[in-house]
């Protein structure tokens, strides 16, 4: 099966916003539902880790295929916003982007491993994904891109 790097390089986009989708359910979940969802730690572990390992997996992917592009994000002007917004693939963002994920992978596991399954727990995994799906968009902007396109 022969993957064409135009696909690879679209669902890029995936890379930060699953692991914020994934926490952003969490808490909202967490919201409406406190008493249940505090209960239930495996599975939400399990959900928040899932969503960083695919996206550290799928930055090796980028990794390992070389992918040096820079694409304009379509969900950014669906919020009627004129500047594009860019992410950037060269070497080193894809690098970054790797290491990057395999430290939250093991903070993820080491936290699931280590820490009682107390009341703030959901919560502390919620915001540890979340933080860690902005560290990822961090490491794909294009500064130099968006800033000049919201500055021109």
């Known amino acids: 099966m ?11 986009v995936l890379i930060p916003f699953l692991p914020f989708f994934s926490a952003l359910f969490v808490l909202t979940l ?20 899932s969503s960083i390992f695919a996206s550290t997996f799928y930055s090796f992917v ?5 992918i040096s592009a820079r694409i304009s994000i379509p969900l950014w002007n669906f919020f009627q916003f004129d500047n ?5 693939f060269n070497d080193s963002s894809e690098l970054l982007l790797s290491i990057s994920g395999l ?6 596991i080491f936290s699931y491993l280590k820490l009682p399954r107390s009341k703030g727990y ?8 979340f933080i860690f799906s902005c560290l990822f ?8 891109s968006t ?3 919201f500055f021109i």
């Open 122 to 129: 959901v919560r502390y995994m919620s915001v540890l994904t």
């Open 30 to 49: 967490l919201i409406s539902f406190n008493r249940t969802i505090n209960r239930l730690t495996k599975p939400i572990s399990l959900l928040l880790i």
């Open 103 to 108: 430290i939250a992978l093991i903070i993820m």
């Open 2 to 12: 022969h993957i064409q790097m135009n696909s690879l390089v679209d669902l890029a």
């Open 84 to 88: 594009p917004l860019y992410f950037l």
């Open 62 to 66: 980028i990794l390992i295929k070389h």
């Open 147 to 149: 800033l000049t396109a």
């Open 137 to 144: 968009f961090l490491l794909l902007i294009d500064p130099i």
